[in-house]
């Protein structure tokens, strides 16, 4: 709650208990010219006014309900149920915090399982752990699990098409570590079959940065030739539709899970989702709840295991990751229980033939192409003109019509990846494709400005 009030005699009560009299005696051991000092700051507004200034500054940002909004490239506009949030918000949860003490705890200890058991049939895995702080630190901490899996072998593949910001992430936690990161075009398994034994893993993006779907055909078996684990960081709305990472044979899972049922947020907290194969449970950082019985076989929950530093010598924790996004957790459970396996598998459709036409409508723009491969929800398009600037002149029109991928790639000036999703109708596609075609008629066809 936002504010918690005190009455007199509460005051009077907790000052008996401690026993002086007064708010000033409880102070008086800090010298009085410190106790007050005054403050050069203007009259204070009213709540009335605070809350219509505040409304102001927030009415200059672009949200994605401010109009059409193609923008994608790691966090997704994707329709949220009213009943995520009327259920995440409620009290028994909003002050929950860390289950250290099972008995008092069952509430989210079982948040924590069902999540679990989602995310396990979504992957395809055996087991999966209560979160992370977002889908780049999941899977950074898939490469670390394989990096330690074997010491001796410390060679990792990444396939090129990987989110810049994941790669930075997984250069900032290997650093320190005396290992080899190498990019990778074509397909995994070719990828695995040109290295020597020394591989620790081998990571496939499904569907990549640019929303295309690699062939993972192979990929696990040609990796365990290699020495190494198969990791797959995936979306995990897609996983709806195609098939599983384990289902290819991965042996860790990773996803950003705030396309399940969590709001964009300026981009955060959202939610890193991990999962593995059984041989691999011991390895997994963060948390695992458990089902069980009482004594009196009753249904209970509890901490199976907790490989973190808090919880065991600093030494032997397999991580040094020290929290779960436990309500973003909660929400992304809610959702999946709610959509079920049909109305994620719908969304998924949605995503799938939606992108593929605005494909089409954008391949017939005159001095437009769309980048050729399997996609999902995200594709590239070659414009006739610097995308930035087409892009800044949309938004004026409040059109947002996707990323222009010279923000990571400079030389890719004319390029910009648009994201369609559900919440993209296919007369918002027309119109998008309508403004695009307007602006590159109006920019003389060229690769002038427009």
Request: charged residues 20%; contains cysteine.
């Amino acid at each position: 709650m936002p504010y918690i009030p005190v009455t007199d005699a509460q005051k009077e009560a907790m000052l008996g208990f401690l026993g002086i009299r007064s708010i000033e005696e409880l102070f008086k051991e800090i010298p009085k010219e410190f106790r007050f000092p005054h403050l050069a700051l203007d009259d204070g507004l009213s709540e009335a006014e605070t809350l219509r200034e505040l409304a102001a500054l927030a009415g200059q940002n672009a949200d994605a309900g401010s109009g059409l909004w193609f923008l994608g490239g790691g966090a997704y506009n994707h329709f949220i149920p009213q009943a995520v949030a009327g259920l995440a918000s409620r009290g028994e949860y909003l002050t929950a915090y860390t289950p250290y003490q099972s008995e008092v705890s069952q509430g989210t200890l079982q948040v924590m399982f069902e999540y679990q058991s989602m995310i396990a049939d979504l992957t395809g895995m055996e087991v999966a752990n209560a979160g992370h702080y977002d889908g780049a630190s999941a899977l950074a901490e898939a490469v670390l699990m394989a990096l330690k899996n074997d010491p001796s072998k410390q060679r990792v593949l990444l396939p090129s098409g990987i989110h810049p910001e994941y790669r930075a992430v997984l250069d900032t936690y290997l650093a320190a570590r005396d290992c080899t990161i190498e990019s990778y075009s074509g397909t995994p398994a070719e990828a695995a079959r040109r290295t020597s034994g020394d591989l620790a893993a081998l990571v496939a993006c499904y569907p990549d940065f640019f929303g295309i779907i690699p062939d993972l055909k192979d990929a696990a078996l040609e990796a365990h030739n290699a020495g190494g684990l198969f990791i797959v960081h995936a979306d995990p709305v897609m996983l709806g539709l195609l098939k599983s990472p384990g289902s290819f044979g991965a042996d860790i899972v990773s996803a950003e899970g705030q396309s399940l049922g969590n709001d964009l947020n300026y981009g955060g907290p959202f939610l890193g989702i991990m999962a593995s194969s059984a041989s691999l449970m011991r390895r997994l950082p963060g948390r695992i709840a458990g089902e069980t019985l009482d004594l009196e076989k009753r249904r209970g929950f509890v901490l199976t295991l907790t490989a973190r530093e808090q919880h065991i010598r600093r030494e032997k924790a397999v991580s040094n990751i020290c929290s779960n996004q436990g309500l973003v957790a909660l929400r992304s459970a809610i959702y999946l229980a709610l959509m079920g396996k049909n109305g994620l598998k719908e969304t998924a459709l949605l995503c799938w033939h939606r992108a593929h036409y605005a494909a089409k409508k954008f391949a017939a723009i005159p001095g437009c192409s769309v980048r050729q491969g399997d996609f999902f929800k995200e594709f590239t398009v070659l414009l006739p003109c610097p995308a930035g600037e087409l892009a800044e002149k949309l938004a004026a029109g409040h059109i947002v019509p996707g990323l222009p991928l010279s923000r990571y790639f400079p030389e890719r000036e004319n390029e910009l990846l648009v994201c369609v999703t559900e919440m993209n109708s296919k007369n918002d596609i027309d119109t998008l494709a309508n403004a695009v075609r307007q602006a590159i008629a109006d920019s003389g066809r060229g690769g002038g400005k427009v």
